[in-house]
T-cell receptor, first 113, second 115 residues
């Protein structure tokens, strides 16, 4: 049981490049979300999904796209990377009405130069 | 709108001291869930506890205890006899309604336990 798998763990991008952060879970969780963590800011929600085909914006969605074509996968796309997107990104999932809270991936450290 | 405030940015204690991490929340819902997560230096986020708004019983798990008080909108976390391995950033979080609305996190409290 792998839990929540994020790839890559580290990435350096040049300003203007695009990339996709991958997130996959094998726990049949309906709910998935993406957060970014910046020093002193805690974790801020980017996008989330309550099931395949359903996504919604969080607190800081600008510059990011998501889609949820399957229950297992929830990729996060950066269309044109900016230095302000330098951050640590966490994907999380949970079962609807779970008593165990969210399960987080190990994070992706992204640097945009 | 929901909000979580962790007023303590950093705390430093000597090993074996007790320490309390404060969490104050704001919500208009009568049904909500509160969480604590631990982020050790390795960076992963570890779930510690979830509490629903209808259960005000305090919780104890080993050296960890949680004090939920709806009257003051607080959900404080106490570590008894702290250890170096407790050094981490601790996040309090809130989810409204069914618990499947997104978690809103506080900014975290960095705890350093010195040997």
């Amino acid at each position: 049981n792998a839990g929540v798998t994020q790839t890559p763990k580290f990435q350096v991008l040049k300003t203007g490049q695009s990339m996709t952060l991958q997130c996959a879970q094998d726990m049949n969780h309906e709910y998935m979300s993406w957060y970014r963590q910046d020093p002193g800011m805690g974790l801020r929600l980017i996008h989330y999904s309550v099931g395949a085909g359903i996504t919604d914006q969080g607190e800081v969605p600008n510059g990011y796209n998501v889609s949820r074509s399957t229950t297992e996968d929830f990729p996060l796309r950066l269309l044109s990377a900016a230095p302000s997107q330098t951050s640590v990104y966490f994907c999380a999932s949970s079962k609807i009405s779970s008593s165990y809270g969210y399960t987080f991936g190990s994070g992706t450290r992204l640097t945009v130069v | 709108a929901q909000k979580v405030t962790q007023a303590q940015t950093e705390i430093s204690v000597v090993e074996k001291e007790d320490v309390t991490l404060d969490c104050v929340y704001e919500t208009r819902d009568t049904t909500y869930y509160l969480f604590w997560y631990k982020q050790p230096p390795s960076g992963e986020l570890v779930f510690l506890i979830r509490r629903n708004s209808f259960d005000e019983q305090n919780e104890i798990s080993g050296r960890y205890s949680w004090n939920f008080q709806k009257s003051t909108s607080s959900f404080n976390f106490t570590i008894t006899a702290s250890q170096v391995v407790d050094s981490a950033v601790y996040f309090c979080a809130l989810s409204e309604d069914s618990g499947n609305t997104p978690l809103v996190f506080g900014k975290g409290t960095r705890l350093s336990v010195i040997a």
